[in-house]
């Protein structure tokens, strides 16, 4: 037989067989004698032509080597200036324009609705302000999360849309070494252009990172190291990491803002003190290579997502869980090891070291990138991995997964574990816009805010759905929830209003009730009294009226009175001058007979007065003893 014989792939050459179940011995011996038969014997130049000669007798002749050839041809390229120089035959000829990494000036020309000049290190894209919230609309939903799968070729035509909803495990599986090439030896078998990334491919990474050029220095042969000054802290997740205890540490107590472009690491930092810094914060040995202290959370300032996954041992002792973050490279050490990285949750540099092959480790995977074949989201083995365009010291960017590697069961046997065994893993749910351009899936993210019209989704047509705090949300149910809510709020709201109105209500009802009984009581009492005032009244009018009669029975005696009283005192009058001229008259005579003596009764007068005011008339004894008085009445009485 000339053909081999295999086990599952279906090879595209002639005589080869696929079995699809375990090989015979004889059909492996004959795989690897027809194998040994096609090695090359020798080669050799005959006649202008390469033979090559086979261990199984057969040859293999080339074309004549000059025919039709150019002479003299020399070609150069000036990658400063991007100029093509080509001498054909002793003619010169120069072809410009061509973009380079050293090219000054802009390679293409571009509006404000792109940005980046065409050059590896400044892809063309669209700008982010230009950039919807809105994608062209996709034909179903795919639940990834229920088990259910994107349709396949031939029932797909160019341009189909799908949304998945898949759940993406935030750290990952962790491999071991032998793991670690299985996936390599899947991943060339599928022709991937994803690979393993090798302790040159993260150098180049973390030194382009770096925005100090004295701590680019990635590429450092030592083990057990940390490297840079910030590629750590720009690289860690924001979330999941242990937080770091102030003072907990190498700390002298400074707030300042770092400046990560002329911030510089290496400084010894014993903090002013006489101690030196704790060695498992400042560095190995007792030795210090950070500042004395700084902020060393993550910025994520690439979307790298560096995720504290921790790493187990042979025994599958898991160490670090939420501390630190261990990365296996694709570069041996001694043929036995293997270069490791690790991000340290109090540190911002990144540690390099080499560990043994049987601990369990990080994976992420990288590839080159062309100028157009980076997306957002790509299938890599089975399995759709976010992606994130990366800064490259040699190429300008750089394509490497975001998350990390989580496949499973591989066809080579993968050998992996969950972090922390499982425990205190997290889920996050993502969704994506799937479009088959023929050969491939292109994949983008749909971010919180974004949407994407559905035409079809059960019963559902034309249904548009947005991603509200990480959910796929209906907008016709969303809106008609949030109107709902605002109207139920309303509603409450009135309900609450009307509740208290008629609570005021029934209160002013009681308080009217209560008044009204007692303005009604005070009437009734007023009306008692009304009526008895009105008897009163009644009464008091007739007493008036009697009084008015007796006044006027009383002003008729009172005339009366009036004229007797005037005739009384025009009596009195008279009587008074009649008095006085009777007085006037007693003064006469006493006056004649004072002096005499005169004897009233047998008694000697000697003398005598009259009080006329008194009326009294006093006669005088000569001894002065028994005095006569004689009192005189107004109407003159008997003298």
């Given amino acids: 037989m000339n053909g081999i014989t295999y086990f599952r792939l279906v090879s595209p050459y002639e005589g080869d067989i696929t079995k699809n179940c375990a090989l015979t011995g004889s059909e492996v011996d004959n795989n690897f004698f027809t194998l040994e038969g096609r090695d090359i014997k020798s080669v050799e130049l005959v006649n202008d032509k390469i033979v090559v000669n086979l261990v199984n007798g057969k040859t293999i002749t080339t074309d004549p080597l000059t025919e039709n050839c150019v002479k003299d041809l020399e070609i150069s390229f000036d990658d400063v200036n991007g100029i093509l120089t080509i001498i054909k035959d002793g003619v010169t000829q120069t072809i410009t324009g061509f973009a380079t990494s050293y090219n000054t000036g802009e390679a293409i020309s571009v509006d404000g609705t792109l940005v980046g000049n065409g050059l590896a290190k400044s892809p063309v894209g669209i700008s982010p302000v230009t950039k919807t919230g809105q994608y062209r609309p996709v034909k179903r939903i795919v639940r990834y999360t229920d088990g259910e799968k994107l349709p396949q070729s031939p029932n797909l035509f160019p341009g189909d849309r799908y949304l998945t909803v898949e759940n993406v ?18 991943l060339r078998e599928a022709n991937s252009p994803w690979r393993i990334p090798t302790k040159a491919d993260w150098d180049d990474m973390l030194n382009a990172v770096e925005p100090n050029e004295d701590f680019r220095n990635h590429n450092d042969a030592r083990t057990n190291k940390f490297l840079g000054c910030f590629a750590g802290k720009f690289l860690k997740s924001k979330e999941y990491w242990k937080k770091e205890t102030e003072n907990g540490g190498c700390n002298c107590g400074t707030d300042t803002p770092i400046d990560y472009s002329e911030s510089s690491c290496g400084m010894d930092c014993s903090c002013g003190h006489n101690t030196q810094c704790n060695p498992a914060y400042c560095g190995e040995y ?28 042979e025994a599958k002792d898991f160490l670090y869980f939420k501390e630190r973050a261990y990365f296996w490279t694709a570069s041996n050490h001694e043929y036995r090891d293997a270069y ?14 080499v560990m043994a092959s049987d601990n369990y480790m990080s994976v992420r995977l990288v590839k080159d990138f062309t100028g157009d074949n980076f997306n957002e989201r790509e299938d890599i083995l089975g399995s759709a991995y976010s992606t994130v365009l990366m800064p490259s010291m040699i190429h300008g960017s ?39 351009n023929g050969k491939t899936w292109m994949r983008k993210e749909v971010a919180e805010g974004e949407s994407v019209v559905v035409f079809k989704d059960g019963e559902k047509n034309y249904a548009e759905y947005r991603i509200v705090n990480g959910e796929l949300v209906d907008v016709a149910s969303m809106t008609y929830d949030d109107i709902m809510k605002d109207i139920t709020t309303t509603i409450t709201n009135l309900e609450t209003e009307i509740q208290t109105l008629d609570a005021k209500i029934d209160a002013e009802i009681e308080r009217s009730t ?33 009084l008015s009669a007796n006044i006027t029975e009383i002003g008729t005696t009172l005339e009366a009175l009036d004229a007797e009283l005037e005739e009384e005192k025009q009596t009195r009058a008279d009587a008074d001058n009649a008095i006085n001229e009777r007085i006037t008259s007693l003064q006469e005579t006493v006056d004649n007979i004072s002096g005499t003596v005169t004897t009233v009764d047998g008694q000697t007068i000697v003398g005598g007065s009259y009080d006329k005011d008194n009326g009294t008339l006093t006669l005088n004894r000569k001894n002065d003893e028994n005095n006569i008085t004689v009192q005189f009445n107004f109407n003159f009485g008997t003298f």
């Fill in 398 to 436: 750089a394509i490497w997964t975001s998350v990390n590697i989580s496949i499973g069961d591989c066809d080579c046997g993968c050998k992996h574990i969950l972090p922390n065994d499982g425990q205190g893993l997290t889920y996050s749910k993502k969704y994506f816009v799937n479009e088959w």
């Fill in 169 to 186: 495990n935030d750290y990952g599986y962790l491999y071991n070494y032998e793991g670690l090439k299985k996936i390599a030896c899947q």
């Fill in 340 to 353: 490791i990285k690790a991000f340290a949750y109090n540190k911002s540099s990144v540690l390099q070291d």
């Fill in 514 to 546: 209560t008044k009204d009984n007692e303005i009604e009581a005070n009437v009734n009492s007023i009306t008692e009294r009304l009526t008895e005032d009105e008897a009163k009244i009644d009464k008091n009018i007739q007493d008036i009226e009697d």
């Fill in 286 to 313: 007792g030795s210090c290579y950070h500042k004395c202290y700084e902020d060393n959370s993550g910025l994520d300032k690439y979307g790298f997502k560096v995720v504290p996954a921790g790493y187990a041992n």
